[in-house]
């Protein structure tokens, strides 16, 4: 009963919390159905009581406002229409302690985290509050307002300085390496290792071969796009969006493109929208292709890798043939895009097609029904739905574990409630399931462009000259991108730049379920496992 | 082989004969030879130019045909360092002890604009990168673009390979601070905004 629940949690945040501050919001303008300001002692409760009622922590984050902080928690659930809620807490400046969730959601764990290393706030109660995306000794807290930028030369410096403190030993900054017992010792994975997809590190606590505990160590391609989006014009912000999540970055665009469209209330012409949708799903196959070469590479199959690199190759060449890119596109622009396809990319993607629908054939008969693949890949790494929701993983990784919750059907944007696709999933959550989901996804994206792209129809494809700014006021916007739903959530002062510009990126949740995936596993498992996730490393240190 | 040592202050050595007490600099050219078309890289990505790099090992630019596809995961089997993406500041300290790891002689090549000087994370300020790998490693070859196509890293790996085998490949490093009249973006930081005011007027 959906619409009892979202009236349940409304009525029982108005009966039982008594919120200090309670907004009504429409869904269509802002994202959010309601907002409502809690004292910060009932926030365990509150957050006790949503994931009673099976939502999910889409997003946690703070504000620095001149007289307080405002830790900002988004509650999301996996139905259509979504539930999107939006609960905060207020912290003095003075006192700059909040209560921590984390014993409640377990991705609160490393969101809190990230809340501490970026504006300095305590969680009091927070098993592990330490920094995840800075080096541990650094001395800022670099999205606090009252912090101007560091000064020029102070990379090499602080630099040079961490390659000192390294020398000392790279054993110091980790546990002891052999216990008593002899048998359990730590290896670190990373941060260079050829399967940890970039510069992920995991610090594995292992009894023989078998994996104890496993911890990420991320922030190793920290890129401070947040702030960065802070000190840059809306328009400055583009090149910023091809660079997150550089496999599906279209997504991304697509996702900027309609925060900033609805925070200013303009609509692009249909012609933008048939675009859109064809060049995000193309990007989709590519980036579903990239993750299934090097993850059978991870598991020791090379031929794969030459088959879908071929394969990606052929719609790279039609999407640099509309953006002028093969790989970090910023295609998209507000109310519109850069420019208007070219006469040849309608037969380019027919002639794809058919060669794309055997290739998946010959991938399922090579990949799918391989018994080695199979016997690597069954019952590992196995996600249930308890973790699912408590960690909020979203995405393929969490269709895969039975909850065919997809934003392009349950939140729909642009053109895709009218389009014909089903919603990839699989019951198991193992591995193999991933699999599954993601090659099914290949071909529902597949259907889709081969369902709109006779039908384009004809349209402007831009607004002509758009105000500089946008209006005051908070947005909240989701795609569903190739790894899960990416979320942005915008605070506008009205002036040419964002005040506050949070990203919720799918791989962060989706890494951060990981540690309680690999318990038991062998350490060659927990490479599959990784490569299952599809994670990219720039995404989620952002 | 007569060194010019103008040429030799020029890429940053001072003293002109190498270390050694007897050098055969016949033979050296043979060993540049053999070391130019041998090139072992180090499996290694950091970001986006990643993916281009391995776009470069896969079917269709296939760097094997040149004879650098013997791509290593060990630092100690490698003798070409590709930076291929952002270095962060956490990073740096990896990145260095990866290239005290590799044997002599080693090579490196920066790809990409962030590799270079920062790419487009670079702005008056900023606090989580470091503004081009030359500033910890000596480099030999840079290779421009966001990211850099495939073709445009085969171009830079056969650049090096000519600077090996004119026994050129000593690389350089740059200063800490390298005063960009180019950047004329300004960073506005803004200051913090009243909670309340910003409550009443939405």
């Not at chain 1, 139905?79 to 006192?95: A, F, Y």
């Not at chain 1, 071969?209 to 840059?232: S, W």
């Not at chain 1, 909240?476 to 959530?489: D, S």
């Not at chain 2, 016949?26 to 990643?50: I, Y």
Request: charged fraction near 25%; hydrophobic fraction near 40%.
């Amino acid at each position: 009963m959906p619409t009892l629940a979202e009236k349940d949690i409304k009525t029982w945040l108005l009966e039982n919390v008594k919120p200090d501050e309670f907004l009504e919001k429409d869904f269509k303008k802002s994202g959010i159905l309601f907002e409502a300001v809690v004292p910060s002692g009932k926030i365990r409760e509150t957050a006790a009581e949503f994931l009673a009622q099976g939502y999910f922590l889409e997003s946690l984050t703070a504000v620095d406002f001149a007289e307080c902080f405002e830790v900002v928690y988004h509650f999301n659930r996996w139905e259509s229409p979504p539930k999107r809620c939006c609960v905060k807490i207020l912290v003095p400046k003075e006192e700059n302690k909040a209560p921590s969730i984390s014993s409640i959601y377990k991705s609160a764990n490393w969101f809190e985290r990230e809340v501490y290393d970026l504006f300095g706030i305590h969680f009091t109660d927070h098993p592990n509050l330490k920094r995840i995306l800075l080096p541990e000794s650094s001395a800022i807290f670099p999205l606090l307002k009252s912090f101007k930028g560091e000064p020029a030369g102070s990379d090499v410096e602080q630099s040079l300085k961490l390659i000192e403190e390294d020398k000392e030993g790279f054993e110091i900054r980790y546990p002891q390496t052999i216990t008593e017992h002899q048998k359990e010792y730590y290896l670190n994975l990373g941060p260079q290792h050829p399967s940890t997809h970039g510069v992920l590190r995991i610090l594995l606590h292992l009894s023989g071969e078998r994996v104890l505990d496993a911890e990420p160590i991320i922030g190793y391609a920290h890129r401070h796009h947040e702030k960065m989006m802070e000190i840059q014009t809306y328009q400055a912000c583009w090149p910023n969006m091809g660079r997150l999540d550089y496999v599906g970055a279209m997504s991304y665009n697509f996702a900027y493109a309609l925060l900033v469209e609805k925070a200013m209330g303009i609509q692009p012409s249909r012609r933008v929208e048939f675009i859109r949708v064809i060049t995000t799903e193309l990007n989709r196959i590519t980036s579903h292709l990239l993750w299934l070469g090097t993850f059978l590479m991870d598991l020791g199959a090379f031929t794969p890798f030459f088959y879908c690199f071929d394969d990606r190759e052929r719609i790279l060449d039609i999407l640099e043939m509309v953006t002028g890119e093969r790989l970090t596109y910023d295609y998209f622009r507000f109310g519109g895009l850069d420019k208007d396809v070219p006469a040849d990319f309608v037969p380019a993607v027919k002639a794809f097609i058919p060669h794309f629908k055997k290739r998946l054939r010959d991938y399922d008969l090579l990949i799918t029904k391989n018994i080695i693949f199979q016997k690597r890949t069954k019952g590992v790494g196995v996600l249930s739905r308890e973790n699912a929701l408590a960690y909020g993983v979203t995405g393929p990784c969490l269709r895969a574990s039975g909850v065919p919750f997809d934003l392009r059907r349950d939140e729909p944007y642009s053109i895709y409630p009218e389009l014909d696709f089903d919603v990839a999933a699989a019951k198991d959550g193992d591995v193999f399931s991933r699999h599954l989901v993601r090659m099914q996804e290949m071909r529902e994206s597949l259907k889709i462009v081969s369902q709109i792209i006779d039908k384009i129809p004809p349209g402007e494809i831009t607004l002509g000259k758009l105000p500089k700014n946008v209006p005051k006021g908070e947005t909240y916007t989701a795609v569903e991108g190739a790894r899960g739903l990416f979320g942005m959530c915008l605070l506008s002062d009205g002036s040419l730049n964002p005040y506050r510009l949070k990203l919720r990126t799918p791989s962060f949740s989706n890494l951060n379920a990981m540690i309680d995936m690999v318990h038991g596993c062998f350490v060659s498992d927990v490479v599959s496992v990784l490569g299952s996730l599809d994670v990219v490393l720039p995404e989620i240190d952002r | 082989m007569e060194i010019n040592p103008k040429e030799l202050e020029l890429m940053g050595k001072t003293q002109s004969p190498p270390p050694g007490l007897v050098n055969f600099f016949k033979v050296e050219d043979v060993f540049n030879l053999a070391r130019a078309h041998s090139l072992w890289p180090l499996t290694f990505g950091l970001a986006c130019c990643a993916i281009e790099l391995m776009a470069g090992g896969a079917a269709r630019f296939d760097m094997d045909r040149f004879g650098f596809g013997v791509v290593r995961p060990s630092p100690r089997q490698a003798d070409l360092m590709i930076v291929a993406g952002t270095i962060s500041r956490k990073m740096a300290p990896c990145i260095k002890t990866l290239y005290d790891q590799m044997p002599s002689p080693k090579y490196v090549i920066a790809l990409g604009g962030c590799a270079t000087a920062g790419g487009p994370f670079k702005y008056p300020g900023q606090y989580g990168i470091l503004e081009g790998i030359d500033k910890i490693i000596p480099v030999n070859v840079y290779v421009p673009g966001c990211p850099p196509r495939p073709e445009a890293l085969l171009a830079g790996i056969l650049e090096l390979q000519k600077q090996i085998i004119e026994g050129k490949a000593q690389g350089r490093t740059s200063p800490a601070v390298v005063h960009d009249s180019q950047d004329n973006r300004p960073a506005e930081h803004k200051n913090a905004i009243s909670r309340a005011e910003f409550r009443k007027t939405t």
